[in-house]
Each structure stands twice: as structure tokens, then as C-alpha cells.
């Protein structure tokens, strides 16, 4: 996750929270549901850096070595 995403994540998430209340959704069911989201949501922004495809962080296949490296 890029960190200029991360301010579209916030104000989709407000939109969700408002549409829900305006809709009729008690509070109370707003916040359990926030808090039940709050692990992944926790886990997307601040682990959204690591461990990410090799096509992301720029290796290429050449760089890598292969399944019988270091073996002769």
C-alpha cells in the first residue's frame, strides 16, 4: 500500500461510517463493526511495505539465484 493511498482509505472510510449512520445503523453496531476492523485495517496500513511481490520492489529474475545455487 503506497502512503498517498492511504488518505482515500480514510475518506472512504468516513463516507462508510456516515452513510451507515445516516441510514439508521445504531452507533453502537458502527463502533463494535470499527472495532472488529480495526486489526486488518491496523495490518493494510502499517505492514502495507513489506513483503511485497518481487515486481514491486524492483528484483528482477536474473538477481535471484536459482533452486540448485551453491550446489555442485
Known sequence: MKRRQMPLYAIALAIL??????T???????????L????????????GGHGGSDREVGRSDEHRPGPTSGQR
Do not use: K, S, Y
Request: glycine content about 10%.
Open 17 to 22: 461510517v456516515v452513510g451507515l449512520a445516516f
Open 24 to 34: 439508521g445503523v445504531p452507533v453502537q453496531t458502527i463502533l463494535v463493526g470499527l
Open 36 to 47: 472488529v476492523l480495526a486489526c486488518p485495517l491496523m495490518m493494510l496500513f502499517m505492514m
